[in-house]
């Protein structure tokens, strides 16, 4: 059974960063982040792949970075550049196979971690 325990977030101006951490336990292939902001749906933000590949929404690229540290057993996401509209709570996921940016990809959640931006 896979159990995943976020942490990093927060309340930060506009331009800050944040690096959000999910600790892992138990075997799992593609891991990834999804934010839901109040009255919206979730959405995929970025996922990574047992062999390495990355995946991006198009409305993160170049200002969120997802890796893992295989020592701490952690996927971390760093955040730059933050915006107004990045506020939602962070969700880390994981899934057996299949990797990608769909929720149905993934069948375990974390309890989530909030990121409020605003000036």
């Known amino acids: 059974q896979v159990r995943l325990v976020e942490s990093g977030g927060g309340s930060v101006q506009p331009g800050e960063s944040l690096r959000l951490s999910c600790t892992v336990s138990?075997?799992?292939?593609?891991m990834g982040w999804f934010r839901q902001a109040p009255g919206k749906e979730r959405e995929g933000v970025a996922s990574?792949?047992?062999?390495?590949?990355?995946y991006y929404a198009d409305f993160v690229r170049g200002r969120f970075i997802i890796s893992k540290d295989t020592a701490k057993n952690t996927l971390d996401l760093q955040i730059n550049n933050l915006r107004t509209e990045d506020t939602a709570m962070y969700y880390c996921?994981?899934?057996?196979?299949?990797?990608?940016?769909?929720?149905?990809?993934?069948?375990?959640w974390g309890q989530g971690t909030q990121v409020t931006v605003s000036s």
């Open positions: 996921a994981a899934g057996p196979r299949s990797c990608g940016l769909y929720s149905r990809y993934f069948n375990a």
């Open positions: 138990g075997y799992t292939n593609c």
């Open positions: 990574m792949s047992g062999g390495g590949s990355k």
